[in-house]
C-alpha cells in the first residue's frame, strides 16, 4: 500500500520569500508524484507531476518540484512566494502499475500562509 | 474545454435521510472516481469506473453507499441513510484511459453533505 507524508500542517512565508512544502512518499514500485492545490471550499488543482525524467518538474503558477528518489521525497518549490499562493497543498502518489495504480493516495495537506 | 461538473455543490439533509450526487466528467475520459474529504484530512478514494464498469471499491464505501455510471458518461452516488459521519466533500474526478505518462486525474468542485 502507499502512502503521503506531509510533516508540515502550516507553513508560513513572507511575502517575496522562497517557499518549500514538503512531502515524502512509500509505494511499490516506481512512483508517479503529484501536487494539487485546494482553495477554501473549492476543488483541487491540479499543479504538476513527476512521472520520469528530469528530477525537477515545473507546473503551474510558478511552481517547481524536486523528486529525490533516495530520499523518497517531493518538495514542491517556489522562488517568490505570492499572497494570492495562501491555501491548502496536497502531496499525492499512484504507482505506475500493479494494483492501486489507477488511485491517488494524498497526504493530510499543508497549509501555506504567505505574508504581506 | 470543461472541467469536471458535480451538482448540487451544497446539500444539507436530515440524518436517515436519502442523497443523491451527480458527476459529469471531462467528455473525453472514460476513468471517474469518487474521493471523499473530511475537514482537515486529505481526499479518500472511493471507487474508480473505467466507461460504466466499476472496477474497485473502498472498504470505507460501506452498503449504504452505491455508485453508478449506466452509460460511461456521467455518474451517481448515492448514501442511504445518511448518518452524521457521512458530513463531508464528496469529490468527482476523471482522466484518460491507461497510466501512460501519469494520466493526470483532475477533480471537480465538490459536493459538500452536512446531515444535521
Known amino acids: 500500500a502507499q502512502s503521503v507524508a506531509q510533516p508540515e500542517d502550516q507553513v508560513n512565508v513572507a511575502e517575496g520569500n522562497p517557499l518549500t512544502v514538503k512531502c515524502t512518499y512509500s509505494v511499490s514500485g516506481n512512483p508517479y508524484l503529484f501536487w494539487y492545490v485546494q482553495y477554501p471550499n473549492r476543488g483541487l488543482q491540479f499543479l504538476l507531476k513527476?512521472?520520469?525524467?528530469?528530477?525537477l518538474v515545473k507546473g503551474s503558477y510558478g511552481f517547481e518540484a524536486e523528486f529525490n528518489k533516495s530520499q523518497t521525497s517531493f518538495h514542491l518549490k517556489k522562488p517568490s512566494a505570492l499572497v494570492s499562493d495562501s491555501a491548502l497543498y496536497f502531496c499525492a502518489v499512484r504507482p505506475d502499475s500493479g494494483a492501486g495504480s489507477y488511485q491517488l493516495t494524498f497526504g493530510k495537506g499543508t497549509k501555506l500562509s504567505v505574508i504581506p | 474545454d470543461t472541467g469536471v461538473s458535480q451538482d448540487p455543490r451544497h446539500k444539507i439533509t436530515k440524518r436517515g435521510q436519502n442523497v443523491t450526487f451527480r458527476c459529469d466528467p471531462i467528455?473525453?475520459?472514460?476513468?471517474l472516481y469518487w474521493y471523499r474529504q473530511t475537514l482537515g484530512q486529505g481526499p479518500e478514494f472511493l471507487t474508480y469506473?473505467?466507461?460504466?464498469?466499476?472496477?474497485?471499491k473502498s472498504r470505507l464505501l460501506s452498503d449504504r453507499f452505491s455508485a453508478e455510471r449506466p452509460k460511461g458518461s456521467f455518474s451517481t452516488l448515492e448514501i442511504q441513510r445518511t448518518e452524521q459521519g457521512d458530513s463531508a466533500m464528496y469529490l468527482c474526478?476523471?482522466?484518460?484511459?491507461?497510466?501512460?505518462?501519469?494520466?493526470?486525474?483532475?477533480f471537480g468542485e465538490g459536493s459538500w453533505l452536512t446531515v444535521v
Open positions: 474526478a476523471s482522466s484518460p484511459a491507461g497510466t501512460k505518462n501519469g494520466n493526470t486525474i483532475y
Open positions: 513527476y512521472i520520469t525524467g528530469d528530477n
Open positions: 467528455s473525453e475520459h472514460n476513468r
Open positions: 469506473f473505467q466507461n460504466e464498469a466499476q472496477l474497485e
